[in-house]
């Protein structure tokens, strides 16, 4: 076998397989460690959106300045968040501090 012959092949073959892959999009929604009640439920409509279109979603709690002390507060709410949002995914990560932030990641529920 040509070896030129092989190697257009593979790069077909690659090319079939990349195509029928589907792009997993991220997107993010971001709460302080106090947020307020009418800020949260706008921001959970945002969330159900997104996971209604099959994105993945990335909840944060930023902390700011001395505001890590709520550390609680904002695992709280992420929490919160995550058994609101049972029904249309699962929860993917649990709440983990990484610096000043708090990551929650929410897979969608297949269809």
Known sequence: MDYK????????????LKAKAS?????????GPQTDE?????????????????AKLKAYVFFKG?????????????????QELEEYGKVEQMPKLEGKRMIMFIAPKKK
Do not use: C, M, N, P
Request: cysteine-free.
């Open 5 to 16: 012959k092989f190697l257009y092949e593979q790069k077909k073959r690659d090319k079939a």
């Open 23 to 31: 792009k997993v999009t991220v997107k993010e929604i971001r709460f």
């Open 38 to 54: 009418h800020d949260y439920e706008f921001k959970k409509k945002h969330a159900i959106k997104f996971l209604k279109d099959g």
């Open 66 to 82: 001395r505001s890590i002390i709520y550390k609680d507060q904002g695992q709280i709410l992420l929490l919160k968040l995550a």
